[in-house]
């Protein structure tokens, strides 16, 4: 397994998960963002939070 460097990972990027790096990267700590699907926040992206993206 191949080691990041870095003190936090967030699991997700959505609009929790996006807030909650912005919060990190203003307080100075090394993070990471993971999420599964191709862009950040496609909750957010589409009409009523359908995704717009197909897997």
């Not at 950040?40 to 197909?54: D, L, V």
Request: hydrophobic share 45%; glycine share 14%; charged share 20%.
């Amino acid at each position: 397994m191949e080691r990041l460097g870095v003190e936090v990972v967030v699991i997700g990027a959505g609009q929790a998960g996006l807030a909650m790096s912005y919060r990190l990267k203003a307080a100075g700590v090394l993070h990471v963002v993971l999420e599964r699907q191709p862009a950040a926040g496609s909750r957010q992206q589409g009409a009523a939070g359908r995704r717009t993206t197909t897997a």
